[in-house]
């Protein structure tokens, strides 16, 4: 289908186009089955998207292009989607979208903008992070089976602190844990938090974790990367699509899944119809995070 066509989503007008380019050449995936999967994931997607600002990546010409982060809502945004203030790339403020229904994903779906990124705060208290995340990223020819066991150690860790923690996959190479908090602590504590577990992760796995961020010293380690905790930066979100050379997906995972990883040296990676399925078989595995109530330890964990 070229042109255009207008759909209603909820009572919603959203007017979309060139549905059949594809923006997944190696998988055929088309931009309407990105709109598809937009709709069909929406229940469980804008609990974890709502009241937050959101930056977009777009990939207009499909993943095989160069694609750009768009920070700032475009002003051909419908009238109901809203926006909120949040941190630009020199500190001052920059207006966002925010996504708190489904015609926005489907807006979005129309405009390529295949991946979702999202920080750790609410828009309407950007100094308050409601998480910290524990962004686990493998550098080759590690892979998912290292950050599988560095997330499994993590979790020794975060359980002795009196702490409990969330995976999902970033849908590219890595795993990412989140520590849901909902009480009151700053950026740079969560990011103290969050350096502090890598160090002690650095202690306990020696030659296999890492927490610097030079690239000469990542080879065949996983690096605790304590800095996505920043008030500033933002992670890719749960049940976004990545753009990679298939569809794949962040996605929510169980801790013997991670276990299974480590232990039998599998890949975790689910592409969108997986996610989908995954959906409707077991309900929003990441559910937890909007609702657990946890504080940092004072000392180090």
């Not at 941190?87 to 920059?94: L, Q």
Request: net charge neutral; glycine share 6%; with cysteine.
């Amino acid at each position: 289908m070229t042109g255009r066509t207008t759909v209603r989503v909820d009572g919603r007008e959203v007017v979309l186009s060139n549905l059949d380019k594809v923006l997944y050449p190696e998988a055929g995936f088309t931009k309407a089955e990105v709109v598809d999967f937009a709709v069909r994931s929406a229940p469980v997607v804008l609990a974890h998207l709502a009241g937050r600002c959101i930056t977009m990546k777009r990939f207009p010409d499909g993943v095989t292009s160069e694609g750009f982060f768009e920070k700032r809502c475009p002003r051909h945004r419908p009238a109901w989607v809203p926006t909120s203030p949040g941190p630009g790339d020199r500190g001052g403020a920059v207006e966002y979208c925010r996504f708190e229904e489904p015609a926005a994903l489907v807006w979005a779906a129309n405009l390529a903008a295949l991946e979702l990124h999202v920080p750790m705060a609410l828009a309407s208290d950007l100094d308050t992070p409601t998480a910290v995340v524990i962004d686990l990223d493998p550098g080759p020819p590690a892979g998912m089976a290292e950050c599988a066991e560095v997330a499994l150690a993590a979790r020794e860790v975060l359980a002795a602190a009196g702490l409990e923690a969330w995976p999902k996959t970033s849908g590219s190479k890595g795993l990412q844990l989140y520590v849901p908090l909902l009480t009151p602590v700053t950026h740079d504590e969560a990011a103290t938090f969050a350096l502090a577990l890598g160090q002690v992760l650095e202690r306990r796995l020696p030659g296999r974790v890492l927490v610097d961020m030079a690239r000469d010293r990542r080879v065949g380690k996983v690096m605790v990367d304590w800095s996505q905790n920043a008030r500033h930066k933002t992670t890719i979100g749960v049940y976004s699509l990545r753009a990679r050379p298939r569809p794949t997906v962040s996605t929510p995972v169980r801790w013997d899944e991670v276990a299974d990883a480590a232990e039998r040296r599998i890949e975790l990676r689910f592409e969108a119809a997986d996610v989908l399925a995954r959906i409707a078989s077991v309900g929003d595995l990441f559910a937890p995070v909007l609702t657990t109530r946890q504080h940092l330890p004072t000392g180090r964990p």
